[in-house]
């Protein structure tokens, strides 16, 4: 899901997503990652590293197909908040979105420029729900604040080895002009194996201005885990 929640891989614990993605905008725009690459580290039971980089496809109506490298993203998440008899988790997950060597953003493939996130995360469990709120506030690099999210998602444990989600996503982009999307999305996490998920998302665009809006977006990938000792979760 794009709302990012407390949980950490757990000591020493890695957790890999390889993953497939797609957005179609109704100004005819089609961008797809193939593939995106997560690369999360725990260290210690609380601390996350996080590496991610996507190879870029996008083509436009009528216009040739572009390729390319996005932008890399890198970020430390700190769970500095754990109640575990209210079952309420605090974290904050600081990102550094920079741009790779190569010709993306004269492509069209990326934007220029360093940013810089910084959003807080709060889950909440409330019977059989599991309640996720994150918000938090993009910087441009030489120009102050770029802009915002805010996600709200909600998740329950359907079977043993099934979870199903749903969230509601904005983003705000102040530069060139003050702009914003809203999407919401269905999706969720099933265990194939043991360290071994399947995840899926799919959604479609309902605020901001119509040509930017996603007539429909999609998320599949598979996450590899491992476990040296119990996850912090």
């Known amino acids: 899901m794009q709302t990012d929640d407390p949980g950490t891989p757990g000591n020493n614990n890695w ?8 957005e ?3 100004d005819f725009e089609n961008v797809y990652g193939v593939p995106i690459l997560d690369i999360n580290y725990g260290v210690g039971p609380r601390i996350q590293l996080k590496y991610q980089v996507s190879y870029l496809f996008q083509s436009n109506y009528g216009g040739p197909l572009e390729t390319g490298l996005g932008k890399s993203l890198a970020g430390v998440k700190w769970r500095f908040y754990q109640n575990d008899k ?11 979105e920079f741009n790779n060597p190569n010709d993306s953003v004269k492509r069209g493939l990326a934007d ?5 996130l910084l959003p807080f995360e709060v889950t909440k469990e409330i019977g059989p729900l599991e309640l996720n709120v994150e918000v938090g506030t993009w910087f441009l690099n030489g120009s102050g604040v770029d802009g915002h999210v805010f996600g709200f998602a909600m998740g329950h444990q359907t079977t043993k080895k099934l979870e199903l989600l749903a969230e509601i996503y904005k983003l705000t982009d102040r530069y060139p002009g003050t702009e914003f999307t809203t999407d919401y999305g269905f999706g969720g996490r099933y265990e194939l194996r043991k360290g071994m998920l399947f995840i899926f998302e799919g959604g479609h665009g309902f605020g901001g201005p119509e040509a930017e809006q996603p007539n ?3 998320y599949f990938g598979v996450q590899f885990q491992t476990d040296h000792g119990k996850a912090a979760d």
Not at 15 to 22: D, F, K, Q, R, S
Not at 112 to 116: E, I, L, V
């Open 24 to 26: 179609r905008t109704n």
């Open 216 to 218: 429909f977006f999609g």
């Open 86 to 96: 209210y079952k309420l988790n605090i974290s904050t997950y600081p990102q550094l």
């Open 112 to 116: 220029a420029g360093t940013r810089f």
């Open 15 to 22: 957790e890999i997503n390889v993953a497939y993605t797609l």
